[in-house]
């Protein structure tokens, strides 16, 4: 079927939204019990090269096999060889029956990588006024940002901050707005990637865009070389919708595992020098179980976990 949508489109306003309350499972056990994402809403992925961005947006689009969600993956500035490795293994899996790759490869000129987000957007939004949910992953953000400002120092308009041009905020929020949950019945999810360097959160082009999406899970370096996959830092990481598309037992208990592994990491901290014999029993098990739930959360790419999983598991580990 053919059908001509603008690039550039108004985001639907306010009369035209409804609340987030359907959950929209990645497959990934920590996301969905801590920071669970809601059809129509924009979480970002952040982290420094390679600490598994891509795996999350991936493992979260072969998740959606058979549960009527869309999938767009849009690659912007990526190695062709890389978009290639991406295609082969959603293919493999199964998810280009209900993908769609739209790729902006390095090679391509600055303007075709600016205008890619955008175009996947209006794919999303073709299948969103037909009362679909889409997920739509930009791959990613900051290499956007650079075509962008490519583009408009090419133009000779003034630079900004570290270069970018004044209106850097207002072509990611213009973007990021025309995701949501349309009370026509469709939604489009939105997972921006956002690469940062030496793990600051508090760049330019970072803080921008937390401050226009849903939450962020930040991925971490460190946690990535201890071998903790996700690598999801989790002090930082947030989902602002969280509770609203999650299942009562699972809220309860990711509310549990999340307040007992936040106190873990910090008393790891100080305890990793301490002399274990000198230690109370009661801080031994404490240290003892947040190192099992930590252990708990890591999982392989691309096997997915239903939440029922996540309440058995975690049941066992905090006795009931």
Do not use: W
Not at 13 to 22: E, P, Q
Not at 96 to 110: C, E, F, G, Q, R
Not at 204 to 233: C, E, H, M, W
């Amino acid at each position: 079927e053919e059908d001509y949508r603008p690039i550039e489109n108004e985001a639907p306003g306010i009369v035209d939204r409804k609340s987030v309350d359907t959950p929209l499972e990645t497959g990934i056990l920590s996301i969905d019990s801590m920071f669970p994402i809601g059809r129509g809403q924009r979480e970002l992925i952040i982290g420094d090269r390679q600490t598994g961005k891509t795996s999350i947006a991936t493992d979260t689009i072969i998740n959606q096999k058979g549960k009527d969600v869309i999938c767009i993956y849009v690659a912007i500035g990526q190695k062709a060889s890389t978009v290639a490795k991406i295609v082969s293994t959603l293919t493999k899996h199964g998810a280009m029956d209900y993908s769609i790759v739209l790729s902006s490869t390095a090679s391509d000129p600055a303007s075709l990588q600016y205008i890619a987000p955008y175009a996947g957007t209006a794919m999303a939004e073709h299948f969103m006024h037909q009362g679909k949910d889409v997920l739509i992953v930009y791959d990613d953000l900051s290499k956007h940002a650079v075509a962008y400002r490519a583009l408009s120092l090419l133009l000779e308009r003034s630079p900004g901050r570290e270069a970018y041009p004044p209106d850097v905020f207002y072509i990611h929020s213009r973007l990021l707005e025309r995701g949501c949950q349309h009370r026509t019945g469709g939604s489009i999810t939105i997972l921006p990637i956002v690469e940062t360097k030496g793990g600051d959160i508090t760049g330019y082009i970072p803080t921008n865009i937390i401050s226009i999406t849903d939450g962020q899970i930040v991925l971490s370096r460190k946690n990535f070389d201890k071998g903790q996959k996700p690598a999801i830092q989790y002090g930082l990481s947030v989902s602002r919708l969280g509770g609203a598309v999650q299942d009562a037992p699972v809220k309860k208990l990711g509310a549990r595992v999340r307040r007992e592994l936040l106190s873990y990491l910090e008393t790891r901290e100080v305890y990793e020098m301490a002399n274990m014999d000198e230690m109370s029993q009661e801080m031994r098990d404490r240290l003892k179980r947040g190192a099992e739930i930590l252990k708990g959360l890591n999982q392989q790419k691309f096997a997915p976990q239903a939440p029922e999983e996540f309440l058995t598991k975690f049941s066992q580990i905090l006795g009931g």
